[in-house]
């Protein structure tokens, strides 16, 4: 799932932080949610072509991340850290 920094629920002290509307990188018209992930990453791909450089996540990136979610869930199913290391 592709994170957007405007769906983060901020939190100091039990007060709440508003992120700038400047990490916003889709129409505000867009909705929060799984839809503006979506709409980050087809605008992430758009630029990429147009910069004629390669899109991120590529592949591996996309791999080794998976790897990281797998030890975490891992770890949080049996109660245990790993020592796995896992390369970013």
């Known amino acids: 799932m592709y994170m957007h920094w405007t769906d983060w629920n901020i939190t100091v002290n039990g007060e709440p932080v508003a ?13 929060s949610g799984p839809a503006v992930r979506i709409a980050a990453l087809h605008r992430d791909f758009a630029q990429a072509l147009t910069e004629d450089r390669p899109a991120r996540p590529d592949f591996n990136e996309a791999a080794r991340y998976h790897r990281l979610l797998a030890v975490i869930e891992r770890s949080a199913a049996n109660g245990a850290q790993e020592m796995t290391v896992v390369r970013l």
Not at 19 to 31: E, F, G, I, M, S
Request: hydrophobic share 45%; charged share 15%.
């Open 19 to 31: 992120v700038p509307a400047a990490y916003r990188t889709v129409p505000d018209a867009v909705p």
